[in-house]
């Protein structure tokens, strides 16, 4: 008011006010410091600059009231402030995003250049063609018009970029009111009707105090803020104004033609070319953007496929990672953190329901530390809210998806991202709903398990107070309400110390054991429970021990009655092998530490097999149950008495006074067990024979149970009821074993057996009759070997069925070609052993080698031993039967010297027996043997048997038995074996010769 009405003071009230605008954006700019201040000083300057080009005016024109004409010194001040003034409002336009704006550029310059002409044609040019217009007039006429739609361009871009506040209204009301009292002004002046004080001031005065108090407000910092870049399609109200800028070049030339003749038609003509060439640019620009929305659309369209089908938040992450990785430009770097927080935590920490929230651009220091410490290179961070728009998570944030890019690279993917995190948001939402769907149904579950479940579970406080029980109790103690008592008071006395003890050691160590009491159950029952406990007192929806009983009672009965059967014998009660090895380890070791001795006895019963297979497995059961209480009886309480298997004993005598106390428990057993043992009715021998070790000479307890087995083995070779202590010498016989038995395998498979043939011959002048084959096994080392020196060994490893089978083999063969004559056919007589005679088809492989040699049956006689006919086994009586239909002849081995009687004579389908040398040998010198001898023959004489006499030496043991009716011997008399090549012309002479060798 004071500028209209006081009017000598003008131009100062003019020069305040226009300062005053200026002064007002410094001071705004310095007190709310938005994030680029450079827009907004560049707009303090240039209103600066406006003063001074008025007050300059102002100083050069005298005359006030008369038409006012500028110099051009003053000209190019206010062109000077159009520049400034243009670069203010550019850099406000652009500071909210650092990408170009093509699209925006092209849609301002068809809109500047239709304008620009309508300016021209109607205000520039009549201007420029008056009469008397200097050059820089001239100028000045084009310049200011030009200038004034720049100006108008740049505050219609903010209006349409801007997020709309109040700066920015203020800012488009004094651009605008710049732009219409200037224009009016041109016009004025060029009427010669303007004059300083008038109404065209007050656009003036709008753009001072505008853009000032713009300035002062505090929301003008969203101006140069990071926002959405700007929309690159053709909207309908961009593609009108397009439309109408393209159709101002024709309208003009349409108007000038319909009023005379065109002007500027060259012009016009290149201008109409000009933005055609920028609308088709415009469409170009168009169609790429469209294109790339579609990519982007299926790239997320894929990802929410992969959203729905994720699971956790791990494959939610993968998926936002790579569609994220999709969405950027080839080769751009960037990093993206999908950081997801419980909808709790979001709402504790202030976060506003709404909905999904925009995506935010921001500085990565501005960032929580954790999140900035993985962006470290990167400037700029897109955060997306996670934020579903269904609801589900009460509108909160449930986290942000941070991308960090470059500026531009995240303005033009702001929405994607933002759609992106929508998505996830969802799926995420989803995934926690399930979750906690879940959590729920499981609290109910271990809710319904607490009530039900056999455990008792029970929550003890500070003073073992019972404050919770569960109603299992009911079933375990009789009595449900157990709150208020103590626990101890439950646990039997004796055990109460040590269970106070476990509760303790609970509380100060925070650390659940699992340990068993023994508590009064109903009744006044003692159960054994098995206790566990946790410690929930800082959890505040326990706050006390959570202890866990479960009754198990009988389990730790059957665990007790299921450890003493793993380690006793269940015939006998006595220790097993298992717990036996435990107890002599821990003896020996004891025995090194205490200096004292510790001794084991290996125990076998010398005739168990014939006893078990003759009476029957009862009538051994009870055998051994006796012997299992004999040998307890000698052995002091802390002794150990073991059944290692089969009918093999042993005892460990611990803390002994030395080797002759053990030696003594072993000569006390061997007499002990030598008495019969009554079962039933009948008597029943068992004997045994017994090895001792001690530790003197075993270091462990490894050791000691080989010494006690090789002195148990030396025992039964030296004969039945005998003792043996181990002795070192034992060891290099067992190696010495060892190495023929391995020499004994290979021997077999290299077939390095042969035979010898020791002939039989009558005693009477009937000259050989046969050969017993026996058989040598040709050592590489040892030179040739004797059946006793390895048939026992083959015995035991079973190589005896293949040695038997390459013997018969070799029998046979050299027999087929042996001379015959009429009525002298020399028989092969070949030893088989028990074993071997009890394989399975052996019968079927004898006649089958029979008949591979070519030799008749009644040409092989089989030497069986007595053993054989022990048990009266019907399958072997059988066999026997069926050889000797089919021809074989059978003969008894060694009779008299094992278990047999003369009753087998009579019950055995035999052909021939065979006296053992240890019947020979005396009959020269005993009236005794000579009649036992005597009485044999005669026997087998009225069975039809016929008699062979071994090992005759002597022409008087042959004389002998000549006389007593003996009709065939052999032995060392006659003829030592030979080989079998021998055989050949030892029965050449016989034929040429019957008479005895």
Not at 379 to 397: I, Y
Not at 949 to 971: F, H, M, N, S, W
Request: charged share 20%.
């Amino acid at each position: 008011m004071l500028y209209y009405v006081i009017r000598p003071w003008q131009v100062g009230l003019w020069a305040a006010l226009g300062l005053s605008g200026a002064a007002a954006i410094v001071y705004g700019v310095r007190r709310n410091r938005p994030r680029r201040p450079r827009p907004w000083y560049l707009l303090a300057g240039a209103l600066l600059l406006f003063v001074i080009g008025d007050l300059c005016s102002a100083v050069l024109n005298s005359d006030y009231l008369a038409p006012y004409d500028v110099p051009f010194l003053v000209d190019m001040v206010y062109l000077a402030m159009f520049v400034v003034m243009s670069m203010g409002l550019m850099g406000l336009a652009r500071s909210g995003w650092a990408m170009r704006d093509r699209a925006g550029v092209l849609d301002a310059v068809t809109l500047i250049l239709g304008l620009g002409l309508l300016a021209w044609m109607f205000i520039i040019e009549p201007r420029f063609r008056t009469p008397g217009l200097t050059a820089l007039d001239q100028i000045a006429a084009v310049a200011y018009p030009l200038a004034d739609l720049l100006l108008l361009a740049m505050v219609v871009r903010i209006v349409l970029v801007a997020r709309w506040s109040a700066p920015v209204a203020l800012l488009a009301a004094g651009g605008i009111g710049m732009f219409v009292s200037d224009n009016l002004h041109l016009f004025a002046r060029m009427d010669g009707f303007w004059h300083i004080g008038g109404s065209l001031d007050v656009g003036w005065m709008l753009l001072y105090w505008g853009w000032g108090l713009a300035a002062l407000l505090p929301s003008m910092v969203w101006l140069t803020e990071p926002r959405p870049a700007p929309t690159a399609e053709l909207s309908g109200r961009r593609v009108v104004v397009l439309g109408l800028s393209s159709f101002i070049p024709p309208m003009v030339l349409l108007f000038q033609a319909l009023r005379g003749p065109v002007r500027n038609a060259e012009g016009i003509a290149l201008l109409c070319i000009a933005m055609f060439v920028l609308v088709l640019i415009r469409l170009l620009d168009a169609m790429r953007i469209h294109r790339q929305a579609l990519a982007r659309e299926r790239m997320l369209r894929e990802a929410g496929v992969g959203l729905v089908a994720a699971t956790d938040i791990a494959q939610v992450s993968d998926v936002v990672r790579d569609t994220a990785t999709g969405l950027m430009p080839r080769h751009a770097e960037h990093r993206v953190i999908l950081a997801v927080e419980e909808p709790e935590r979001a709402v504790a920490e202030g976060e506003q329901p709404g909905g999904p929230r925009p995506a935010v651009l921001c500085r990565t220091g501005e960032l929580p530390p954790e999140h900035a410490d993985q962006l470290t290179g990167f400037d700029t961070v897109l955060s997306c809210p996670l934020a579903p728009a269904d609801g589900t998570s009460g509108g909160h944030s449930i986290g942000t998806l941070l991308v960090a890019a470059e500026e531009d690279v995240l303005q033009t993917l702001r929405g994607a991202m933002e759609v992106l995190a929508l998505q996830a948001a969802l799926a995420l939402s989803r995934i926690m709903l399930n979750d906690e769907v879940n959590r729920r149904d499981s609290e109910a579950y271990f809710r319904a398990l607490v009530h039900n479940t056999a455990d008792v579970i029970m929550i003890v406080a500070g003073e073992d107070e019972i404050r919770y029980c569960s109603p299992s109790a009911a079933a375990m103690f009789g009595r449900e309400a157990l709150e208020g008592n103590h626990l101890l008071d439950l646990v039997v006395p004796e055990e109460r110390e040590r269970s106070a003890g476990y509760l303790l050691r609970a509380r100060q160590e925070r650390r659940g054991e699992t340990t068993d009491w023994t508590v009064w159950g109903f009744g006044d029952r003692r159960l054994q429970v098995e206790v566990s406990s946790r410690d929930l007192r800082e959890d505040p929806a326990v706050g006390g021990l959570v202890i866990t009983l479960r009754d198990v009672t009988q389990r730790r009965r059957l665990e007790r009655e299921l450890t003493h059967r793993a380690f006793h014998d269940s015939l006998t009660g006595l220790a097993n092998r298992a717990l036996f090895i435990d107890r002599v380890t821990l003896a020996v070791d004891r025995a090194r530490r205490n200096g004292t001795i510790a001794g084991v006895l290996f125990i076998d019963l010398d005739d168990f097999k014939d006893v078990n297979d003759t009476m029957g497995h009862p009538v051994g059961d009870e055998l051994l149950t006796s012997v299992a209480e004999r040998l307890k009886g000698l052995l002091r309480p802390h002794d150990t008495a073991a059944r290692l298997g089969g009918d093999e004993f042993a005892a460990l005598i611990e803390d002994s006074a030395g080797t002759g106390a053990i030696e003594a428990v072993a000569e006390r057993v061997v007499r002990v067990l030598s008495a019969p043992v009554p079962v039933g009715d009948q008597r029943v021998p068992a004997g045994a024979s017994v090895g001792v070790a001690t530790t003197r000479h075993a270091r462990d307890g490894d050791e000691l149970l080989r010494h006690a087995d090789l002195a148990l083995y030396s025992a039964k070779g030296e004969g039945k009821g005998q003792w043996r202590r181990y002795q070192p010498a034992l060891h290099e016989a067992l190696v010495e074993r060892l190495q023929l038995k391995a020499d004994l395998d290979r021997a077999v498979a290299e077939e390095e057996f042969s035979l010898r043939f020791q002939p039989v011959v009558g005693l009477t002048g009937a000259g050989t009759v046969g050969f017993e084959a026996l058989v040598r096994w040709e050592h590489p080392s040892r030179g040739t070997l004797a059946p006793g020196e390895f048939i026992g060994l083959a015995e035991e490893s079973g190589l005896i069925v293949p040695i038997g089978t390459q013997v018969v083999r070799q029998a046979l063969a050299t027999a087929a070609r042996w001379p015959t004559r009429a009525g002298l056919s020399p028989y092969v007589s070949i030893n088989i052993s028990a074993r071997q005679f009890r394989t399975p088809g052996v019968v079927a492989d004898l006649l089958r080698e029979l008949d591979e040699a070519g030799l008749p049956a009644h040409r092989m006689m089989l030497e069986i031993v007595e053993t054989l006919l022990l048990h009266e086994d019907e399958e072997v009586w059988a066999d026997l039967a069926e050889l000797r239909e089919a021809g074989v002849r059978v003969a008894i081995d060694d009779f008299g010297t094992g278990y047999s009687s003369l009753s087998y004579l009579r019950q055995m389908s035999l052909d021939v027996v065979k006296l053992d040398k240890s019947f020979v040998g005396e009959i020269a010198h005993s009236a005794q043997q000579r009649a036992l001898v005597e009485g044999i023959v005669q026997l087998a004489n009225t069975l039809g048997l016929e008699v062979i006499a071994e090992g005759i030496e002597t022409q008087e043991q042959r004389d002998i038995l000549a006389d007593i009716g003996c009709p065939y011997g052999q032995g060392y008399l006659f003829s030592k074996p030979l080989p079998g090549a021998e055989t050949f012309p030892w029965l050449v002479d016989d034929l040429d010769a019957p008479a005895a060798h």
